[in-house]
């Protein structure tokens, strides 16, 4: 692999992010608030702040790496070659609207198509969570700290989490009320910050039927770096999106695997 990136560049990236993200967070007036069509969804909103976030971001990725594609949520796909950069710019719109902080900046990047670094920020809880391709780290009010997922769990103590039930029952046929019953307990809503609190041990098993790559590929390398495992329903990789399992461990995700897919 060519060599990659140096972990600073994704935190001026965020930096970035976050001084156009928090002029609107919470921001009754000038959003600039328009829905975009989504199967399955009345209000599927984009906000001025995100079209803004993912044009710098867009701008200074360009000038740093002129020769790598980019992906993102707001402005499609550019470029060619092995490295793919992949933005999204506010992940969880709908609580950046409610003033929920559970949003934030999305930015990873893939080598021939399989994520190898990512970044999330969360800007008003001042939080970043990334993975350098090596190790998982997050840093915040509580200082700079390795992200480790839970090992060791038994699916009747783990913790589930999905954003929406929405997207689960647009897939057909799927067996969430049977894994949400063998749980310890089921929570919803917590968008980008659900997967990065499964990398720091806190939630047990992600379930996400309906996303797109920039909705997950940033956030791979974090928690396999932090010791979990992200796969599609089938089992392979989840850079494509789709219906997506993240788990803590292995062996875990093994046993949701056999609910949600019990004739596979």
């Keep these: 692999m060519s060599s990659l990136p140096d972990i600073h560049f994704f935190h001026q990236l965020a930096a970035l992010s976050e001084d156009i993200t928090l002029k609107s967070y919470r921001q009754r007036a000038n959003l600039g608030v328009s829905n975009k069509p989504k199967e399955g969804f009345r209000f599927d909103p984009v906000t001025d702040a995100d079209r803004a976030t993912e044009k710098s971001l867009r701008k200074h990725i360009a000038a740093q790496f002129p020769d790598h594609a980019i992906m993102g949520e707001e402005f499609g796909n550019v470029g060619h070659g092995d490295f793919q950069w ?3 710019p506010i992940d969880g719109t709908r609580p950046f609207l409610c003033g929920l902080p559970v ?3 999305l930015i990873g990047l893939t080598h021939k198509g399989r994520a190898v670094m990512g970044m ?3 800007p008003f809880t001042r939080e970043r969570f990334w993975s350098d391709g090596d190790n998982a780290w997050t840093c915040g009010p509580l200082g700079e700290i390795r992200l480790r997922t839970r090992q060791n769990i038994q699916l009747d103590q783990a913790i589930l989490h999905a954003t929406a039930p929405e997207s689960i029952a647009l897939h057909a046929g799927n067996h969430f009320a049977d894994l949400s019953r063998q749980v310890l307990m089921t929570r919803y809503g917590g968008e980008c910050y659900a997967m990065a609190m499964l990398a720091a041990g806190f939630i047990d098993i ?3 039927y309906s996303m797109q790559p920039y909705d997950i590929v940033p956030l791979i390398p974090i928690i396999e770096a932090a010791g979990g495992i992200v796969t599609t329903l089938e089992g392979g ?3 494509n999106g789709g219906a997506i399992v993240a788990c803590g461990s292995a062996a875990l995700h093994a ?3 056999r609910i949600l897919t019990p004739l596979r």
Excluded: Y
């Design 237 to 239: 990789r989840a850079e």
């Design 206 to 208: 992600c379930v996400e």
């Design 86 to 88: 992949v933005i999204d």
């Design 120 to 122: 999330m920020s969360q």
């Design 255 to 257: 046993d949701v695997l």
């Design 103 to 105: 949003w934030g900046t």
